[in-house]
């Protein structure tokens, strides 16, 4: 296990800035998530690490030893690839042995050191198998396998389930927390799925058009977004945008309350309300005293989804989301008409 750290990174790409001034630390032992929309820089970043992509400034160092000049065979990290990249012509245990067989170990210690890998990755008696005969979700824990079983300081993932689809990706996501709480080792992963950060990192750094936007805890990251950027990219938000009146938020057809701390009179807030912390009723009766914000509106469209719905409210001239949970008899239909109410806490001031 080990601590890795960026301090101040920068790398461009002729006028694209992929890195622009970015520092993180990610602790011994801990499961980070790089997220950000496509080009954000999370995968150059990602690469800077495992000494892929040289830096025109900064410095990455490893358990406190600067690694810039360190080329990537010498970094000791084991990295795993959204498309596998497995030898089709080598069995999955010859594919797991790979690492250590160029590293001249002895050919009983690959052995014994491979099937430990086969069990932790629970493909015991698949090690004669070419990788052509393993399903996606079988592939992924032979890539697993391989960068784990030189023993590497950190983990690295690229995208690694991006290429399985929804439900094994699900499946994946709770094996590969697993493993990596088995092994301890430190992992950090790229992804552009929200859901993915959310359920598997211990820490979600959320980075955009190269710059380090918000990192926190997962829930922490997406209850308390910083920026407008983050409530809107980590999950769906509602915003309300307007000036600082009376200590509230004013905005079209009212104004809103929260609970943080507001900027001075008259100076422009952006307050973002997750979809689920809105409750619907058909009137005031129906709601809780401690959701003083109330917007009158009516049902345009709901999105039936199984466990829940997604409706969409007009308020005058702006529209919300709500999600429910898929408790009653049957959905509420279009033009319906509605009270949405939320609570202060629930409205967060956020910056453009």
């Not at 598997?200 to 922490?220: H, K, S």
Request: net charge neutral; glycine share 10%.
């Amino acid at each position: 296990m080990s601590r890795v750290e960026a301090r101040a990174v920068r790398k461009a790409y002729g006028a694209v800035k992929a890195l622009d001034g970015v520092s993180l630390t990610f602790e011994d032992g801990s499961f980070s998530a790089l997220l950000g929309p496509s080009g954000s820089g999370k995968t150059t970043l990602l690469r800077a690490f495992a000494g892929f992509v040289t830096l025109d400034s900064g410095t990455i160092a490893i358990d406190g030893k600067l690694v810039n000049d360190v080329p990537p065979h010498r970094r000791d990290l084991g990295m795993v690839f959204q498309n596998y990249a497995l030898f089709p012509h080598m069995t999955v245990a010859e594919n797991i042995a790979f690492g250590l067989s160029v590293r001249g170990a002895a050919r009983a210690a690959i052995a014994e050191r491979v099937e430990a890998m086969l069990r932790l990755v629970r493909l015991e008696g698949f090690g004669a198998r070419k990788p052509r005969q393993l399903s996606g979700g079988q592939q992924q824990r032979v890539a697993l396998a391989r960068a784990l079983v030189t023993r590497p300081r950190v983990l690295l993932l690229d995208e690694p389930l991006g290429a399985l689809d929804r439900r094994l990706r699900q499946e994946m996501q709770i094996e590969l927390k697993q493993i990596q709480r088995e092994v301890g080792i430190t992992a950090i992963f790229v992804t552009h799925d929200q859901e993915e950060a959310l359920t598997l990192a211990d820490r979600v750094a959320v980075i955009n058009e190269g710059r380090l936007v918000q990192v926190g805890m997962p829930g922490e990251v997406y209850e308390r977004p910083a920026t407008r950027f983050v409530a809107g990219f980590l999950g769906d938000a509602n915003l309300f945008e307007g000036r600082v009146a009376g200590g509230r938020v004013a905005v079209g057809g009212g104004a809103i309350a929260t609970e943080d701390a507001l900027p001075t009179e008259g100076a422009p807030a952006i307050l973002a309300v997750r979809p689920e912390k809105v409750v619907l009723a058909a009137d005031a009766a129906g709601l809780d005293a401690d959701l003083v914000n109330r917007l009158e509106g009516r049902i345009v469209q709901a999105v039936y989804a199984g466990s829940a719905i997604t409706y969409i409210v007009e308020a005058g001239d702006r529209r919300l989301i709500v999600f429910e949970q898929n408790r009653a008899a049957a959905p509420l239909g279009p033009d319906t008409a509605v009270i949405a109410a939320f609570a202060p806490r629930h409205a967060v001031l956020v910056q453009p």
